[in-house]
T-cell receptor
Framework: DAKTTQPPSMDCAEGRAANLPCNHS???????VYWYRQIHSQGPQYIIH???NNETNEMASLIITEDRKSSTLILPHATLRDTAVYYC??????????FGTGTRLKVLA | DGGITQSPKYLFRKEGQNVTLSCEQN?????MYWYRQDPGQGLRLIYY???????QKGDIAEGYSVSREKKESFPLTVTSAQKNPTAFYLC????????????FGDGTRLSIL
């Protein structure tokens, strides 16, 4: 499974869009991009995933570049409750996720 | 409500003791996973099981054991051979389709007395 690179931390003003980048330059053709977030002392919460097309659900949007080497998670109107560590993972989905250290997003009032 | 239940939330162990962490899911998921998380780090895979009565080692299986006798249950035993067991343990499960995401429980925090 491919590895990912994310910035260690980001700040975002409450009510603004939070754009979290992820690089996955070694992604292979059958690997999906998954995003999770983890609030302190809780289990990771699934947000969204995609293969090559942009995806949107009630929580977020996922934009994957055409060459699939990077992606961006967009939280359209960040709230204080969105403060968490966000993990980007690429996996063929068979079994293994490789977690990095993620991006610590802080939403500021 | 469907979900993944881990118990207990906090667990204390004396040196030299084995301890078993419970993970139960009522989502009818096929595959189940155990991860370990140390402070400030990402999750690391300990064991996983894709079907009942079958399981495979992950990246850090030494000092741990599992069983998968029922589809809904995947208990993890931390043995005395695990030299540094203090950590946050997370259980996950998923359907077996190739792109299905894993869903996680709320974890068990294990500490050594």
């Amino acid at each position: 499974d491919a590895k990912t690179t994310q910035p260690p931390s980001m700040d975002c003003a409450e009510g603004r869009a939070a754009n979290l980048p992820c690089n996955h330059s070694t992604i292979s053709g059958n690997e999906y991009v998954y995003w999770y977030r983890q609030i302190h002392s809780q289990g990771p919460q699934y947000i969204i995933h995609g293969l090559k097309n942009n995806e949107t659900n009630e929580m977020a949007s996922l934009i994957i570049t055409e060459d699939r080497k990077s992606s961006t998670l967009i939280l359209p109107h960040a709230t204080l409750r969105d403060t968490a560590v966000y993990y980007c993972i690429v996996s063929s989905g068979t079994y293994k996720y490789i977690f990095g250290t993620g991006t610590r997003l802080k939403v500021l009032a | 409500d469907g979900g993944i239940t881990q118990s207990p939330k906090y667990l204390f162990r004396k040196e030299g003791q084995n301890v078993t962490l419970s993970c139960e899911q009522n989502l009818n998921h096929d595959a189940m996973y155990w991860y370990r998380q140390d402070p400030g780090q990402g999750l690391r895979l300990i064991y996983y099981s894709q079907i009942v009565n079958d399981f495979q080692k992950g990246d850090i299986a030494e000092g741990y054991s599992v069983s998968r006798e029922k589809k809904e249950s995947f208990p993890l035993t931390v043995t005395s051979a695990q030299k540094n067991p203090t950590a946050f343990y997370l259980c996950a499960s998923r359907w077996q389709g190739t792109n299905q995401p894993q869903h996680f429980g709320d974890g068990t925090r294990l500490s050594i007395l």
